[in-house]
Nanobody
Framework: LAQLAESGGGSVQTGGSLRLSCSAS????????MAWFRQVPGKEREGVAA???????VYEDSVRERFTISRDNVKATLDLQMDSLLPQDTATYYC????????????????WGQGTQVTVSS
């Protein structure tokens, strides 16, 4: 079975940066749509960014100019570079994989990591 594992979360001040990483195993990584989601307790999970196997990217509007999603199909890794962090970015971040031709975080994602916490202090 496919497994995803996030890392890189932490606590930073407003305006700081973090780089999240996700390692994938047990799947033909290059064939999967990959995405980052985040969730705050009491709220629904929301899509942050997605990237297709060929590198096409989709971003949630609030992070479009601040976050960059990338992938390495050789290393089977997914990254999220987060700059100019804001308190509202505080959440548990998850990486996810979907078998789909239309790579967007609105699609159904089959596999999920355990999550990594990001806390941004004002």
């Amino acid at each position: 079975l496919a497994q995803l594992a996030e890392s890189g979360g932490g606590s930073v001040q407003t305006g700081g940066s973090l780089r999240l990483s996700c390692s994938a195993s047990g799947l033909t990584y290059a064939n999967y749509c990959m995405a980052w989601f985040r969730q705050v307790p009491g709220k629904e999970r929301e899509g942050v960014a997605a990237i297709s196997g060929r590198g096409a990217r989709v971003y949630e509007d609030s992070v479009r100019e601040r976050f960059t999603i990338s992938r390495d199909n050789v290393k089977a890794t997914l990254d999220l570079q987060m700059d100019s962090l804001l308190p509202q970015d505080t959440a548990t971040y998850y990486c996810a994989a979907a078998w789909t031709y239309d790579c967007d975080f609105s699609r159904n994602f089959e596999f999920w990591g355990q999550g990594t916490q990001v806390t941004v202090s004002s």
